[in-house]
């Protein structure tokens, strides 16, 4: 029998309260049917998270700027192995608490729409393709190859969830129909229809009027319609409860429980379907529809061979946890995930010309600020400071200041305002180059606190630095020491580094994992060259954006966006290395498929890696105005070597959505670019290399 056959015959043996206790999140035992108790959420964005020691790799929109789905697979199945080992070892303990699972809430693959969001860091950034190829890698890696799952991924937040923070238990997102099937949707259908993932995930909010927990359109209609989706459904956690006290579509617990249930929420994420008995007694579900549920999430548990004699899984334990070969993958995830997006020949650094360094800034040594939300707790966690000491030992003297608060406006609580800036200025003035280490962490961008998050973050007010930050910034600039500024953030800031002449680099180092600050001080000084690129537009602080809560694409993202108000675009990352790209090819398959080539030449002496960016423009009225990415390849040259990278652009990439989403095929002229970066004006003038250009009629 399968998984579903054997799940059928367990459930047929319980009687209706059995069924019902099986539907939350903290899932008690049945011994009399030998059914272990469970806890079914387990978290797992960037690492085994908040179950203690794990590896941390970098927050997701640092992965998503690796641009390299192969990549990304690799690293989840590190995470699920960690995931597995852990759930093994807890058993054995008799250990079977929230967080000690196999079934991972992750990825989340909503659309980094705003800059403001502040749970944008945990996505794969603002781009419906790189979101929906980076979300198929990673599940996979999830959930492994063999026939027993190896973790149960389960993909959130179905749909069209991107903040407010503030609002979100009870915002209803208009969303047109074109930008839903465009933009918003994609990544789920494909993590449905491609990866197979086990689970979905329904969002706080609702959309268009309809809680996301208990949407005909999405549940009924979409996901178990058009895309046949069999597995479960899962509540966001206490989502359901927003039915009645904030969306007001019913009068109480019971309704609220009864009408998820109906529409095939299968298993609720907080305590609501407690008051399934009452909706039972009420008549307001069947035993039938209590019966689908719990036969659906049963499905996953012999899936992941939780009632078997034996997995090919049951050997992971404490050697397969936080090792180094683990340590290794995510070192070169940090490395790989860094974006360089200003150098004016400072970098790479040479230990032979820098005496002394002056490690500035409230993220120079902050463990925090490696993490990002979601996280797991590192045994080996380098800051960019321990990085630079590390790398530096008997060549440079290392001189190090908090220089100020995070966001606040002083260090010591009976000191005057401004209270580090002093030693940050005499310690700058003492040095040959101050790498000034600014931005943001989890404490202060983030989920919104509630029952189920400890945080108080939320959303970004603005997309400038704090104002302390901005101050130091400032008095260090004023010395007349070159600086490098490294920006720790989970998205787009501006920190306004144009004003002063003297900031010569900038990189953006996401939240970049436990390795970060080694990756970090590596790639100031040349022991590698950065290959990392935006996942998302940066914006100009005076930008005027849309409203927050307005979820049309309109000046939104890298397709729709207004150019003047860009600072770094979508897909731009600098290098150490040029390129040259050239003989660009194309040839339709006879499925409507597009097979590309384009000649990769590193122009350059210094090895490095490069990610190769397939865009494509078309015309019509339903497209959006500038191109859109279609592929990409992460290919590693030597200095002068060259290379031929191939690519199949599926057929999809060739259609547009009209304004009732429906999604047609695009004939006529389109013009193919392979390059380095967007082939938009703003990249090639900040240093992005020359794309190569193709027109070809369809």
């Not at 030998?34 to 997701?60: D, K």
């Not at 927990?213 to 996901?223: D, G, R, V």
């Not at 590596?522 to 060259?529: E, N, V």
Request: charged fraction near 25%; proline fraction near 4%.
């Amino acid at each position: 029998m399968n998984a579903r056959q054997r799940a059928q015959e367990l459930v047929e043996r319980m009687n209706l309260p059995q069924m019902m206790s099986q539907l939350r999140h903290d899932a008690p035992a049945i011994e009399s049917l030998g059914i272990p108790a469970y806890n079914w959420w387990n978290e797992g964005l960037h690492g085994a998270a908040r179950s203690g020691t794990a590896t941390v790799f970098p927050q997701a929109i640092g992965l998503a700027s690796l641009f390299d789905p192969e990549f990304i697979s690799s690293i989840a199945s590190v995470v699920s192995t960690e995931q597995r080992a852990k759930y093994n070892l807890y058993k054995a303990e008799g250990d079977r608490d929230i967080y000690k699972g196999l079934t991972v809430w992750s990825p989340n693959v909503n659309i980094f729409r705003d800059p403001r969001w502040g749970r944008g860091q945990e996505t794969f950034g603002e781009d419906p393709y790189l979101t929906e190829r980076l979300a198929v890698a990673f599940i996979k890696g999830l959930q492994g190859e063999e026939s027993v799952l190896k973790t149960a991924s389960c993909v959130k937040h179905f749909a069209a969830h991107s903040g407010p923070e503030p609002l979100r238990h009870g915002f209803n997102a208009v969303v047109s129909k074109k930008d839903l099937e465009e933009t918003y949707l994609p990544a789920f259908e494909a993590a449905v229809k491609e990866a197979m993932v086990d689970a979905v995930m329904g969002a706080y909010s609702a959309l268009n009027g309809e809680p996301c927990c208990a949407s005909s359109f999405l549940m009924e209609h979409k996901l178990r319609g058009e895309w046949g989706f069999e597995g479960m459904y899962i509540s966001d956690c206490w989502a359901i409860r927003d039915f009645h006290l904030n969306h007001k579509v019913t009068k109480n617990e019971e309704e609220s429980a009864a009408l998820a249930l109906k529409r095939g929420c299968d298993l609720a994420c907080g305590c609501e379907y407690q008051s399934l008995d009452k909706a039972f007694q009420k008549g307001l579900i069947s035993r039938e529809e209590i019966k689908q549920a719990a036969v659906r999430v049963m499905t996953t548990r012999f899936k992941l061979g939780q009632f078997d004699r034996a997995t090919v899984y049951d050997n992971l334990g404490l050697e397969s946890l936080d090792s180094e070969e683990h340590a290794l993958l995510s070192y070169e995830a940090s490395c790989r995930s860094l974006v360089l997006l200003k150098n004016d020949g400072l970098l790479p650094l040479r230990k032979k010309d820098v005496g002394t360094i002056a490690v500035i800034g409230p993220n120079a040594d902050s463990t925090q600020a490696l993490w990002g939300n979601y996280h797991g707790t590192s045994s080996r966690y380098v800051t960019i400071l321990e990085g630079l000491r590390e790398y530096t030992k008997g060549h440079a003297r290392i001189l190090y200041s908090e220089g100020s608060g995070l966001t606040k406006n002083k260090v010591e609580r009976l000191a005057k305002e401004d209270d580090r800036l002093s030693e940050a200025v005499f310690m700058a003035k003492a040095s040959d180059v101050v790498v000034l280490c600014l931005g943001l962490n989890e404490t202060v961008e983030g989920e919104m606190h509630d029952d189920g998050n400890g945080g108080w973050a939320g959303d970004k007010d603005d997309l400038r630095l704090p104002l302390c930050q901005r101050k130091l910034l400032k008095a260090v600039a004023r010395t007349g020491k070159p600086i490098i500024v490294v920006l720790l953030s989970g998205g787009s800031l501006d920190p306004e580094i144009e004003q002063y002449s003297n900031v010569r680099a900038l990189i953006q180092g996401w939240y970049p994992g436990q390795e970060g600050g080694r990756a970090i001080a590596h790639l100031l000084f040349g022991a590698f060259s950065p290959s990392g690129k935006l996942p998302v537009t940066f914006y100009k602080a005076e930008a005027v954006l849309p409203a927050f809560t307005d979820y049309s694409l309109n000046r939104r993202t890298y397709r729709y966006c207004d150019h003047s108000d860009v600072l770094y675009p979508f897909g731009f990352g600098l290098s150490y290395a040029s390129f040259s790209f050239d003989g660009l090819q194309a040839k339709e398959t006879d499925e409507g498929d597009v097979e590309v080539a384009v000649s990769v030449r590193n122009t350059s002496s210094i090895a490095s890696r490069t990610v190769v960016q397939f865009y494509l423009k078309m015309e019509g009225p339903d497209l959006p105005p500038h191109p859109v990415l279609c592929g990409m390849s992460s290919v590693l040259l030597q200095g002068g070597e060259e290379k031929l990278v191939h690519l199949r652009i599926d057929a999809r990439r060739f259609t547009a959505v009209d304004t009732e989403g429906i999604r047609h095929t695009v004939s006529g002229p389109y013009t193919l670019y392979a390059g380095s970066s967007q082939p938009d004006e703003k990249s090639l003038m900040l240093g992005a290399d020359k794309p190569a250009v193709l027109r070809c009629i369809r």
